[in-house]
């Protein structure tokens, strides 16, 4: 069964730009990870998050309205758990498209109502280490009014994703522009990349 999602990740790549399957974790990993993001943002623990990278680093609340915690084995089970299902997911990759892959990096994200993303890149201008995203979604009973789609440009297509409970989403960071619309309720979410350093 895990293997038949990575599949699906991995063969609408190929196929088509992107991945996207609904399901892709457990749904209990998925209740623990929700429910970590709803503690760490009660506890204050989230942050605005910026865009650029090392001095270039800067929030910009024009261009992105979440905030995040950056997920760590050692913080709780459930980042643990989601870490490690990652790790498999990233040595079937390797496996079977050798890849090369041989880190990664992933955060919580919370988008509260009326925030957003606009269109951008995953890849930095001076770092070309991350080279597929995937962003894993932990939202609830989640419809078509709440708003908040992932929209992936391809050529003259923009293809929308509701962000349901337990799916993801998967492509290249350098070469598939994207952005979160505006939603209309707290949207939750886990982002990342993966990497070859």
């Given at each position: 069964?895990?293997?038949?999602?990575?599949?699906?990740?991995?063969?609408?790549?190929?196929?088509?730009?992107?991945?996207?399957?609904?399901?892709?974790?457990?749904?209990e990993?998925?209740?623990a990870?929700?429910?970590?993001?709803?503690?760490?943002?009660?506890?204050?623990?989230?942050?605005?998050?910026?865009?650029?990278?090392?001095?270039?680093?800067?929030?910009?609340?024009?261009?992105?309205?979440?905030?995040?915690?950056?997920l760590?084995?050692?913080?709780?089970?459930?980042?643990?758990?989601?870490?490690?299902?990652i790790?498999?997911?990233?040595?079937?990759?390797?496996?079977?498209?050798?890849?090369?892959?041989?880190?990664?990096?992933?955060?919580?994200?919370?988008?509260?109502?009326?925030?957003?993303?606009?269109?951008?890149?995953?890849?930095?201008?001076?770092?070309?280490?991350?080279?597929?995203?995937?962003?894993?979604?932990?939202?609830?009973?989640?419809?078509?009014?709440?708003?908040?789609?992932?929209?992936?440009?391809?050529?003259?297509?923009?293809?929308?994703?509701?962000?349901?409970?337990?799916?993801?989403?998967?492509?290249?960071?350098?070469?598939?522009?994207?952005?979160?619309?505006?939603?209309?309720?707290?949207?939750?979410?886990?982002?990342?990349?993966?990497?070859?350093?």
């Open positions: 069964m895990q293997e038949e999602k990575f599949e699906e990740l991995i063969s609408g790549l190929l196929d088509r730009q992107f991945g996207t399957v609904a399901r892709f974790i457990p749904t990993i998925e209740a990870l929700r429910a970590q993001l709803q503690a760490y943002d009660a506890a204050g623990q989230m942050f605005p998050a910026g865009v650029g990278q090392h001095t270039n680093y800067a929030r910009n609340e024009q261009l992105r309205g979440d905030v995040i915690k950056w760590e084995k050692e913080n709780s089970a459930a980042e643990k758990a989601f870490l490690e299902y790790e498999a997911f990233i040595e079937y990759l390797n496996k079977t498209c050798f890849t090369g892959i041989n880190s990664y990096e992933f955060h919580f994200a919370r988008y509260e109502a009326g925030s957003f993303y606009k269109r951008h890149r995953d890849q930095f201008k001076t770092d070309t280490g991350r080279k597929f995203s995937l962003v894993i979604y932990l939202n609830e009973a989640w419809t078509a009014d709440d708003a908040g789609q992932l929209l992936i440009y391809l050529d003259d297509q923009e293809i929308s994703i509701l962000p349901e409970g337990g799916r993801a989403t998967f492509f290249r960071s350098d070469e598939i522009d994207h952005e979160v619309r505006p939603t209309n309720r707290n949207r939750l979410s886990i982002a990342g990349w993966l990497k070859r350093i």
